[in-house]
């Protein structure tokens, strides 16, 4: 099972094993109560976990085993240059050096390498991931007095390229839930930079039924134009950690986009290829869903599916 939690969503599906083949067994949503989270933080693990425990009932499936994400508000992703090593020695090497590049005591943090490449002058780029190990114990505890079992935690861009086939093209994820834009650069398949971006403001988007696309009630938030604006300067600022300019060949779209985005980018992005990433090439949708469903679930579900998927993969 997999599981995305925001401030005001939590979704949740279930995948089973065929062949090769994941097939979507159930999926749904449910909002967050009001003072459960606050800024990515459970603060009422009780009022979460009921709600946790309803949604998982109304999927109708014994798996009790759930990975979940780490709100994006607690991630640090940072790139360290080492020497040239053998490849079991980089981790060790990567907590010696971790303070220099997050603002974390190591004691306190979850950390993972994500990403290994040559570099120049015989040195290794090294990408890192880190959470502090409170942000992950609060999630675990609401799983767990749910009455489900915390597998493991995870990043949305880690997950959502699981299932979206993330080629070796440098290329832009943009994915837009209800409170922010989470933008992801990956190179050669591997991620090399992530940044939330949050608006102070909700978009605007009203209850819908089960299987509905939600609608902007405005224009909402962000405007393409802003968000194309903020890719740029994204863009810029990686480039210069990286002392090169970085290529950009594609942009992958996924959640509640504004729906003149990929006109915007597509004329103010160096001409990038401008997709709308799709989980069904490495998952199988059951028969019966509408059109409208399969649209819902490849725009508002695809990190629920990339962290379920994650267990089958292994």
């Not at 065929?18 to 949503?29: A, I, T």
């Not at 935690?153 to 839930?177: T, Y």
Request: proline share 5%; with cysteine; glycine share 8%.
């Amino acid at each position: 099972m997999g599981m995305e939690i925001d401030d005001r969503w939590v979704r949740m599906v279930s995948l089973v094993a065929k062949g090769p083949v994941c097939r979507l067994e159930g999926f749904g949503e449910i909002a967050v109560p009001a003072g459960a989270m606050e800024n990515g933080r459970v603060i009422r693990p009780e009022m979460l976990a009921e709600v946790l425990h309803r949604l998982w009932l109304s999927l109708q499936t014994r798996e009790t085993r759930i990975v979940a994400a780490v709100d994006s508000r607690h991630v640090f992703v940072r790139n360290l240059m080492l020497p040239v090593m053998k490849q079991r020695d980089v981790f060790r090497a990567a907590r010696f050096h971790f303070l220099s590049v997050v603002p974390l005591p190591l004691e306190e943090a979850v950390i993972q390498v994500s990403g290994i490449r040559p570099g120049r002058n015989n040195e290794l780029e090294v990408t890192l991931v880190a959470v502090r190990q409170t942000r992950v114990q609060e999630l675990a505890a609401a799983i767990t007095r749910a009455g489900l079992k915390p597998a493991a935690v995870e990043i949305r861009p880690l997950a959502a390229r699981r299932v979206l086939g993330i080629d070796a093209a440098p290329q832009v994820l943009v994915d837009l839930g209800n409170e922010a834009v989470h933008l992801s650069y990956f190179d050669k398949g591997q991620l090399r930079f992530a940044r939330p971006l949050f608006s102070g403001e909700t978009t605007g988007l009203r209850e819908v039924g089960a299987g509905e696309i939600p609608a902007a009630d405005g224009p909402g938030w962000p405007q393409a134009h802003d968000l194309v604006a903020e890719i740029r300067r994204s863009l810029d600022y990686w480039s210069r950690e990286c002392q090169h300019r970085l290529g950009l060949r594609k942009l992958v779209m996924t959640g509640t986009l504004a729906e003149d985005l990929p006109i915007a980018a597509g004329n103010n992005l160096w001409q990038a290829d401008v997709i709308w990433g799709s989980p069904w090439t490495s998952i199988k949708a059951p028969d019966y869903l509408t059109r409208q469903e399969l649209r819902n679930l490849e725009r508002r579900f695809v990190v629920a599916l990339g962290l379920a998927a994650r267990e089958i993969k292994k």
